[in-house]
T-cell receptor, first 115, second 110 residues
Framework: SAVISQKPSRDICQRGTSLTIQCQVDSQVTMMFWYRQQPGQSLTLIATANQGSEATYESGFVIDKFPISRPNLTFSTLTVSNMSPEDSSIYLC????????????FGSGTRLTVV | GQQVMQIPQYQHVQEGEDFTTYCNSSTTLSNIQWYKQRPGGHPVFLIQLVKSGEVKKQKRLTFQFGEAKKNSSLHITATQTTDVGTYFCAGRYRDDKIIFGKGTRLHILP
């Protein structure tokens, strides 16, 4: 299965600022996925990032708030812009591995607290 | 719309007791995946079920996919403290969309 390095692992940010989360995969993947997990809750897909094209956002998430970059097949960033306390959550990147029944591999997550 | 319901939300069991979590979709799934998330950790893939009526086992864990491919269950036999965590199902639909259940948080009482 793939190995994903995600950073930062946690951050405390002031409201109104932005935070960029990075994910590096140890193999080339077509799609990378960004999820949000609020404390004690399930995973909600924010967007799907394809290399060379604009990310596809799920209902309730917009590019201005969560801009995504995907410069190559092993790397992606998610920015949480103009943060408010409601953005406090865990953000996870993920890839789907097709070589064998490995399902989705997740990064270790970024625990964001907005104060 | 597409929705995956998962119950129970929480389960406390004595160590050694069995545990089961259930997932149900209102529409047919292409496949269903199961994940485990330890406290403070990230979801880790356990298994994928694809065929109608499929049953797979991993040591003390038994996974089932319903005949209609709308429901699934995860059963743990003789729970151990290492089983603590939240178990999520994730249903994949024909449009390739994946929806996660809300998860079942398992607590083990020693």
């Amino acid at each position: 299965s793939a190995v994903i390095s995600q950073k930062p692992s946690r951050d405390i940010c002031q409201r109104g600022t932005s935070l960029t989360i990075q994910c590096q995969v140890d193999s080339q993947v077509t799609m990378m996925f960004w999820y949000r997990q609020q404390p004690g809750q399930s995973l909600t897909l924010i967007a799907t990032a394809n290399q060379g094209s604009e990310a596809t956002y799920e209902s309730g998430f917009v590019i201005d708030k969560f801009p995504i970059s995907r410069p190559n097949l092993t790397f992606s960033t998610l920015t949480v812009s103009n943060m408010s306390p409601e953005d406090s959550s865990i953000y996870l990147c993920s890839v789907e591995v097709w070589a064998g029944p490995y399902g989705y591999t997740f990064g270790s997550g970024t625990r964001l607290t907005v104060v | 719309g597409q929705q995956v319901m998962q119950i129970p939300q929480y389960q406390h069991v004595q160590e050694g007791e069995d545990f089961t979590t259930y997932c149900n979709s209102s529409t047919t799934l292409s496949n269903i995946q199961w994940y485990k998330q330890r406290p403070g950790g990230h979801p880790v893939f356990l298994i994928q079920l694809v065929k109608s009526g499929e049953v797979k086992k991993q040591k003390r864990l038994t996974f089932q996919f319903g005949e209609a491919k709308k429901n699934s269950s995860l059963h743990i036999t003789a729970t151990q403290t290492t089983d603590v965590g939240t178990y999520f199902c994730a249903g994949r639909y024909r449009d390739d969309k994946i929806i996660f259940g809300k998860g079942t948080r398992l607590h083990i009482l020693p």
